[in-house]
């Protein structure tokens, strides 16, 4: 691809089970066809006289995830679907759009200096690292969260940053979230930071 043409859009490859749902538009259309329809089927975990409380609880949830992706500038909000526990439900991950407006536009090495600074930055008192996204460079944190107003557990977090080729005033963020067992240390938890990092390397823009 030209670096100086500033692509359009972007793709993932999904786990089977994901879903990508819009936040610019067509978002309740897609909510309603991939998200809430997927839950008339009750998990085998939870019990049958629950049923509605369930799909009431699984409603709120992703309507807050929705609405708080959107008062981030996000783009596009990911999540599991088709659930076969209460757990999975716990992970997601956003895709915004980072505008700078100071006047300053990097791109190419540029781009790649200031993404080496930024690995400096700590989250959670975790460094950054730089990384490969598919074929694009970006920066990789992995953190862990306390318990706060909006979620009543711990939480392992993994974020990408990186450069719009041709467009050095955009840049893209990937962050990922999720409580998985309640243990942000546990094999459960991780394997599902594992999976969206597995997802990270299928990122390619277009």
């Known amino acids: 691809m030209n670096a100086t043409v500033a692509p359009s859009t972007y793709s993932l490859l999904l786990p089977p089970g994901w879903v990508r749902i819009p936040l610019r538009s067509g978002t309740r259309l897609a909510l309603d066809e991939q998200v809430f329809r997927g839950i008339e089927e009750i998990p085998a975990d939870v ?4 049923g509605v409380a369930y799909r009431l609880h699984v409603r709120r949830k992703v309507d807050r995830m929705v609405e708080e992706a959107r008062r981030t500038g996000g783009l596009d909000l990911y999540v599991p679907a ?5 757990v999975l439900m716990a992970s997601s991950f956003l895709v915004s759009e980072i505008v700078r407006h100071d006047g300053e536009a990097e791109s190419g090495p540029e781009a790649v200096a200031v993404l080496a600074r930024l690995a400096d930055d700590r989250r ?4 950054g ?3 490969l996204a598919g074929n694009a460079m970006a ?3 992995e953190y862990v969260t306390d ?3 909006e979620v009543d557990t711990r939480c392992r977090h993994v974020d990408y940053v990186l450069p719009v080729p041709g467009n050095g005033t955009r840049w893209l963020a990937v962050s990922h979230s999720t409580a998985g067992d309640g243990d942000p240390a546990s094999d459960f938890t991780r394997a599902l930071s594992d999976l969206f990092d597995a997802v990270m390397t299928t990122f390619q823009w277009a």
């Open 47 to 50: 019990p049958r006289d629950q």
């Open 82 to 86: 088709r659930v076969r526990s209460r």
């Open 124 to 127: 959670a008192g975790e460094p």
């Open 129 to 131: 690292e730089l990384r």
């Open 139 to 141: 920066v990789r944190w």
């Open 147 to 149: 318990p706060d107003g």
